[in-house]
């Protein structure tokens, strides 16, 4: 079964330091672009970014460009999102996802099949 | 940058009634960068619709996507009791992925 493992709830203080993760299984995990969705409180889905296990390609939105990072350990079929200074903005439940680039019969399809059950990051003084 | 709209925000509907969701880009994009997803209360999105039109692995044939250009719907032919949710519509292009505002779907 093709699966995303998403690290456990976290409660931190504004200025902290934070590293979620994102453990692929059940597939090959360097072959598929993985990224990660913030949802904000009773909000809708925001696309953060994705990388490439496999090169470690990694492509940002302009949003979020500059305000976390992401990496890969294809090492341990794990996903990273980190952030250096958490703001209580940062507060959200965070989702990876697996991102397909599929080609079929001379075209590209793009969409997110596997999603994981999200980490609730909590930034409060 | 493309703009996903959809609407209505809000639809009141009743189990067995027929529910039509409207998602609008803002320039005309491929159908195959189109895709539909469901998410329930305290849930992970799930995919049910990519390429516009193609069901995902094991959703059920009461949902189905269309359209073109820059007008999309996914549908619910008789809606069922787990079907009430928050949709949301997708599109990726020029390296960037972006959701609509997503649409609720409630029990009236």
């Known amino acids: 079964e093709v699966q995303l493992v998403q690290s456990g709830a976290e409660v931190k203080k504004p200025g902290e330091s934070l590293k979620i993760s994102c453990k692929g299984s059940?597939?090959?995990?360097?072959?598929?672009?993985i990224g990660w969705v913030r949802q904000m409180p009773g909000k809708g889905l925001e696309w953060m970014g994705i990388?490439?296990?496999?090169?470690?390609?990694?492509r940002y939105s302009p949003s979020f460009q500059g305000q976390v990072t992401i990496s890969a350990d294809k090492s341990i079929s794990t996903a990273y999102l980190q952030w250096s200074s958490l703001k209580a903005s940062d507060t959200a439940m965070y989702y990876c996802?697996?991102?397909?680039?599929?080609?079929?019969?001379?075209?590209?399809?793009?969409?997110?099949?596997?999603w994981g059950k999200g980490t609730t990051v909590t930034v409060s003084s | 940058d493309i703009v996903l709209t959809q609407s209505p925000g809000t639809l009141s509907l009743s189990p067995g009634e027929r529910a039509t969701l409207s998602c609008r880009a803002s320039q005309s994009v491929s159908s195959t960068s189109l895709a539909w997803y469901q998410q329930k209360p305290g849930q992970a999105p799930r995919l049910l619709i990519y390429g516009a039109s193609t069901r995902a692995t094991g959703i059920p044939d009461r949902f189905s996507g269309s359209g073109s250009g820059t007008d999309f719907t996914l549908t619910i032919t008789r809606l069922e009791p787990e079907d009430f949710a928050v949709y949301y519509c997708?599109?990726?292009?020029?390296?960037?992925?972006?959701f609509g505002q997503g649409t609720k779907v409630e029990i009236k």
């Open positions: 059940g597939y090959s995990f360097t072959n598929y672009w």
């Open positions: 996802a697996r991102h397909r680039f599929d080609s079929i019969s001379y075209y590209y399809y793009y969409y997110m099949d596997v």
């Open positions: 997708q599109h990726y292009g020029s390296s960037l992925w972006t």
């Open positions: 990388i490439y296990p496999g090169d470690s390609d990694t």
